[in-house]
């Protein structure tokens, strides 16, 4: 029996698909790859969802599953598991460990995943690129992580072949921030692979929804007229912009070796 992270992994083999962390650290290397599963859970079964949820965490908790995941509920009913990645290789490995703990507890693999049935409408994996480069990270605001449980997301869909012009003024932007207090967090990613390329997400934390509108507010204060003068030059090669925001779900997440509150 295929766990339910091999499951959805490989329908988007069969697609052909492949070939969201803030974490305010300074990075090793310039770009962290991250796994996301976006399920679109049916509005008339949101609480049953949420238990399956809960059910699927405690079993991979219970059996030792070594990677963490972090998940955040969206307004618009889609609900992201994310998990950070070393390579594409590092997949293949997420499927064999969640197979084998499966394989090892058959009939509590089967309750977890009949509790999903019939929860939600779509399930998608996608693979996101979080650019260190054209991100704010600030080590200060990155220490009051715990309290920050809301998130925003800003993404952009580009026409297909200015991918290069795109690069060029985010490195423009790199350059302008160099020297600009980071009031702020938000991390950039590119979408790599079983997104709707080519599209950047821009995704913010927050306290709450004020407190996010608020720090924005003081954020573009601060960064000016040449702020704006950038994204009206990136906004010519945008074909669409959404904007989503949600809360990050303790409950349907996991950090391995975390203690019980």
């Known amino acids: 029996m295929k766990s339910r992270i091999s499951y959805v992994l490989a329908v988007c083999f069969i697609l052909g698909l492949l070939p969201l962390a803030l974490n305010g650290q300074a990075p090793e290397d310039r770009y962290q790859l991250i796994l996301v599963i976006d399920e679109v859970v049916k509005p008339s079964m949101k609480a049953e969802y949420r238990d399956a949820g809960r059910k699927w965490i405690a079993f991979m908790k219970d059996h030792g599953f070594s990677r963490p995941i972090n998940t955040y509920w969206l307004g618009d009913n889609h609900v992201y598991w994310t998990m950070p990645i070393a390579n594409y290789g590092d997949i293949d490995k997420m499927m064999e460990e969640s197979n084998k703990i499966f394989a090892e507890f058959p009939d509590e693999a089967k309750a977890v995943m009949d509790a999903f049935k019939g929860t939600y409408d779509t399930s998608r994996m996608c693979v996101y690129t979080l650019d260190y480069k054209y991100s704010m990270f600030s080590e200060e605001i990155a220490a009051e992580a715990d309290e920050r449980n809301f998130i925003f997301f800003d993404i952009y869909y580009f026409e297909p072949g200015t991918e290069e012009e795109v690069r060029k003024l985010w490195d ?69 912009q959404e904007q989503k925001s949600g809360w990050f779900q303790k409950g349907l997440s996991y950090t391995p070796g975390e203690k019980e509150e």
């Not at 990613?189 to 608020?214: C, L, Q, S």
Request: charged share 25%; proline share 1%.
């Open 172 to 240: 423009e932007w790199a350059t302008f921030l160099a020297d600009k207090e980071i009031v702020q967090e938000w991390g950039f990613y590119w979408g790599t692979m079983g997104t709707d390329n080519p599209m950047i997400v821009m995704a913010a934390v927050a306290k709450n929804r004020i407190a996010f509108h608020e720090e924005n507010a003081k954020m573009w204060e601060l960064f000016g007229k040449e702020a704006n003068e950038f994204v009206q030059k990136m906004m010519k090669h945008v074909t669409k």
